[in-house]
Nanobody
Framework: QVQLVESGGGLVQAGGSLTLSCAAS????????MGWFRQAPGSEREFVVA????????VYADSVKGRCTISRANAKNTMYLRMNSLKPEDTAVYYC??????????????????WGQGTQVTVSS
């Protein structure tokens, strides 16, 4: 069982930046695809971004494209999400997820095998 723990959330003003981290532990020798999802109050959880094991493929939601950068350090079993030019609509709980085989369905929540508990990001206007 892989455990995922997010960190780095907080309160930031619009236009500011944050870097979220996701640390994986447990049987992490498998080549997991990893991703970020978010859930705003009163909304369904939505896909943000995902990255392949090698880091060679990154898929971004249109809502964050150009403002966010995903990366990973496999030697540290850690994934990062750098968010710039934050907007109030980015306010949400951000969840880290891992999947063994997405079958190309990067944004489908049901394809992810493991989830973290989430970290709150609040962007004030």
């Amino acid at each position: 069982q892989v455990q995922l723990v997010e960190s780095g959330g907080g309160l930031v003003q619009a236009g500011g930046s944050l870097t979220l981290s996701c640390a994986a532990s447990g049987p992490t020798s498998s080549r997991y695809v990893m991703g970020w999802f978010r859930q705003a109050p009163g909304s369904e959880r939505e896909f943000v971004v995902a990255i392949s094991w090698s880091g060679g493929t990154r898929v971004y939601a249109d809502s964050v494209k150009g403002r966010c950068t995903i990366s990973r350090a496999n030697a540290k079993n850690t994934m990062y999400l750098r968010m710039n030019s934050l907007k109030p609509e980015d306010t949400a709980v951000y969840y880290c997820a891992a999947a063994l085989d997405l079958g190309g369905s990067w944004s489908l929540q049901g394809k992810y095998d493991y989830w973290g508990q989430g970290t709150q990001v609040t962007v004030s206007s």
